[in-house]
T-cell receptor
């Protein structure tokens, strides 16, 4: 039951460039989407979210885009920094309740 | 910044024993959750808790599992008779009102021998 999918297990980006992480979902009832960042031995850290009534939300270097017709969202990080190297999880929910997570994308930002 | 805290960070238990994982959610939060992540797999929802009762539970959350909020600050997950397949990272999360994101603790690594 893969309601939320992150098809790229890893991504490598040069410092200063844009990182684009992608996520697809299948459940049209999802109305709230989030991105979390996770370092080893730590819990997921909330980054940014978007409601289904919007198609873009921006917070500093992080922007999330939502394409409801394609059931696709993406996280853009500009500019990428070495400290951004982590595993990024996409998650989705109905009514902001239980989260359904993707499998994660490991981002590596190199100098 | 307020955070969710979980204890212990690592718990090693013999199969068949009971284990209690503890969480202190963010103080003004109203909704509480447990998730788990088996090594190499995705984070999975276990249970949600609001107003002193379970709101929803997954099929993983069988009769061996229970949750409790024994006082105004702690939120616990009990596994009555542990199995080898219960070995995983267990994450507690909490959130405030509707529209607010869930915030996670750093997890408890549960190892069943």
């Amino acid at each position: 039951d893969q309601q939320v999918k992150q098809n790229s297990p890893s991504l490598s980006v040069q410092e200063g460039r844009i990182s684009i992480l992608n996520c697809d979902y299948t459940n049209s009832m999802f109305d709230y989407f989030l991105w979390y960042k996770k370092y080893p031995a730590e819990g997921p850290t909330f980054l940014i979210s978007i409601s289904s009534i919007k198609d873009k939300n921006e917070d500093g270097r992080f922007t999330v885009f939502l394409n409801k017709s394609a059931k696709h969202l993406s996280l853009h990080i500009v500019p990428s920094q070495p400290g951004d190297s982590a595993v990024y999880f996409c998650a989705a929910s109905e009514d902001t309740d239980k989260l359904i997570f993707g499998t994660g994308t490991r981002l590596q930002v190199f100098p | 910044e307020p955070e969710v805290t979980q204890t212990p960070s690592h718990q090693v238990t013999q199969m068949g024993q009971e284990v209690i994982l503890r969480c202190v959610p963010i103080s003004n939060h109203l909704y509480f959750y447990w998730y788990r992540q088996i090594l190499g797999q995705k984070v999975e929802f276990l249970v949600s808790f609001y107003n002193n009762e379970i709101s929803e539970k997954s099929e993983i959350f069988d009769d061996q599992f229970s949750v409790e909020r024994p006082d105004g600050s702690n939120f616990t997950l009990k596994i009555r008779s542990t199995k080898l397949e219960d070995s995983a990272m267990y994450f507690c999360a909490s959130r405030g009102s509707s529209g607010q994101p869930q915030h996670f603790g750093d997890g408890t690594r549960l190892s069943i021998l």
